[in-house]
C-alpha cells in the first residue's frame, strides 16, 4: 500500500464516526455517466450535442414552463437511469465500516440520485435535493411528495417526453423534481434543510469523527467544502478523486484515484 493509502486507512480504523461526503464521481464505478464538460454530457446523450445544448442549460426551471416536454424529457430520462441502477461494492464498504463506529455514519451528496439510499443507507443529507420527490412548479403548496408513480413515456430520439407529464395532487398543474436547478429561485428546500438539520446535529455529538470525501470536483464546489469544514478541527480527511485530489495546506490525505478502486485497496474488509 502507499503512504496515502496507510495514513487513509489509519484515520478512518481509529474514528469514532464517518462522515461520507459524495459528489458526481461517486456513481461512475456503477455506470452512472460523468457529465464533467461538455464533451462528457453530450457522449451520454448524443441527442443534446445535436441541439447545442449543455448540461447547466437543460438543469434549468425554467423549461418546465417554457417547455415541459423538454424538461420532463431530460429528467424523466435521469430517473429511469437512477432507478435501475445499482450502486457499486464501494457503497456497502462505506456503510459497514461506518456501522462499525460508536456515532454511526451520515452522508452529505451532492447527487440527487438516490444511491446512497438504494444502498441502504440510513442518514442521507441531499444538498441540491432528489430526483425521487416532486414538488409543484406553480408553487400552489410548498409540499414535496415522492416520485414512485412517474414513469415517462419518452422519445429517445428527441429526448423529449410523451403526455401526459407529471401533475401536482393539489392544483393539477406540472409537477416538477425536487431538485436545486441553476438560477432556481422556486426550489422548495423543507426536506433538505430537515436532512442537514440532523446532520448538523450529529456531527456537533461526534468531534473524533473522519471524513472520507469521494468524486467531489470543483466546479461545483458544494461538496469539497462542506468536507473541509467537517474535518477542519482534526485535519481528519481523506480526499479520493483521480482529477482534483489536492488537500488544502496539508490538511488531510489526498488519494488520485477513482472511488471504488481506492475503497477496495483500503484493506479494511
Known sequence: ????????????????????????????????????????????????????LRFEELADPRHFADDPELAWGFYGHRLALYRRTVPHHG?????????????????FTSNVDGQFQAAGFAHVAEAHGSIHHLQCVDGCTDQIWPASDVDIDLDEATMR???????????????????????????????TEAQLDELTTWRRENRDLVVVELGAGQA??????????????????????????????????????????TLLSLGLG
Open 91 to 107: 457503497f456497502a464498504l462505506l456503510r459497514a465500516w461506518g456501522e462499525a463506529k460508536p456515532g454511526g455514519v451520515r452522508v
Open 1 to 52: 500500500m502507499s503512504d496515502e493509502l496507510i495514513r487513509a486507512a489509519e484515520l478512518i480504523h481509529g474514528a469514532g464516526a464517518l462522515l461520507v461526503c459524495a459528489g458526481a464521481g461517486m456513481g461512475v464505478d456503477s455506470g452512472l455517466p460523468d457529465f464533467r464538460g461538455g464533451e462528457g454530457f453530450w457522449r451520454a446523450y448524443p441527442p443534446y450535442a445535436q441541439l447545442g
Open 161 to 191: 417526453a410523451r403526455p401526459p407529464l407529471p401533475s401536482c395532487p393539489h392544483c393539477g398543474g406540472l409537477a416538477r423534481p425536487n431538485i436545486l436547478m441553476f438560477g432556481d429561485f422556486s426550489w422548495v428546500p423543507h426536506r
Open 220 to 261: 461545483v464546489p458544494t461538496v469539497r467544502r462542506y468536507a473541509e469544514l467537517a474535518s477542519a478541527a482534526n485535519g481528519a480527511l481523506v480526499r479520493i478523486n483521480p482529477r482534483e485530489p489536492e488537500v488544502r495546506h496539508g490538511r488531510g490525505v489526498s488519494i488520485a484515484a477513482g472511488a471504488l478502486e
